[in-house]
């Protein structure tokens, strides 16, 4: 009984110590005190700061006590976006803790050294849409592991924005024969919504599924999932 006493003694003494140190219970040095919204401020980095890993920049130490975090993700890393040194503006929401640091969740962001920059999208979710029938040429198919055309580059009459059009999982006997470099065509379909961040090389934002495909006076239509 002594012993448990004891143990329970000693329990108590590092609890209070603990809050002693750290300012209480449900009070400690990185409990938020204040929200604040900030507009236009200035700052130089700093330093970088890692991740757990230290693979990767995660976020920006402003000054002494000013910590930037980006809620999204930054395309080419937030790395791309500064280093130690760089003038930069931000704007965004402000947390400052008991500690005396400041963490501002950038929505928006300016290197005025590098003029890199950063806004933060929409939260609203991207939808498809329809692509009304467009004319337009084919300039390269597009071929999957198997050789199989699953799709093809098309520019728009008009238009120097290069679109890639789906008609996987592989074209019909009809349609293979009217699929050539240089053909006129109007496509019609569903307009994907562009991906966060798309890689270096791709044609185009956009990604066009045929629902019909015309050339001249031919018409091929697709079903649901092109089957």
Do not use: W
Request: a neutral charge; glycine letters at 10%; hydrophobic letters at 40%.
């Amino acid at each position: 009984m002594r012993s448990i006493a004891t143990l329970a003694a000693v329990f108590v003494v590092a609890a209070c110590t603990a809050s002693a140190q750290f300012g209480g219970f449900g009070n400690g040095p990185f409990d938020p005190v204040t929200a604040t919204t900030i507009t236009n401020a200035t700052g130089t980095i700093a330093q970088v700061n890692y991740s757990e890993s230290g693979a990767t920049v995660q976020s920006f130490l402003v000054g002494t006590n000013i910590i930037l975090s980006f809620p999204t993700t930054v395309c080419a890393g937030v790395s791309s976006l500064g280093v130690a040194g760089n003038s930069v503006t931000y704007s965004g929401t402000s947390i400052t803790f008991s500690s005396g640091f400041q963490t501002v969740t950038v929505t928006s962001f300016t290197n005025n050294t590098t003029k890199a920059t950063y806004t933060k999208p929409s939260l609203a979710p991207s939808k498809p849409g329809a692509y009304p029938a467009t004319a337009g040429v084919i300039d390269q198919l597009n071929y999957d592991t198997t050789g199989s055309i699953d799709g093809f580059v098309f520019t728009p009459t008009g238009s120097t924005t290069k679109l890639f059009v789906d008609i996987s999982p592989r074209p019909s006997a009809t349609l293979a024969t009217l699929l050539k470099v240089g053909a006129a065509v109007t496509v019609a379909g569903i307009v994907e919504p562009p991906i966060a961040c798309a890689p270096a090389g791709t044609v185009a934002e956009v990604d066009v599924e045929a629902s019909s495909l015309t050339f001249g006076t031919t018409t091929i239509k697709f079903g649901f999932g092109h089957n």
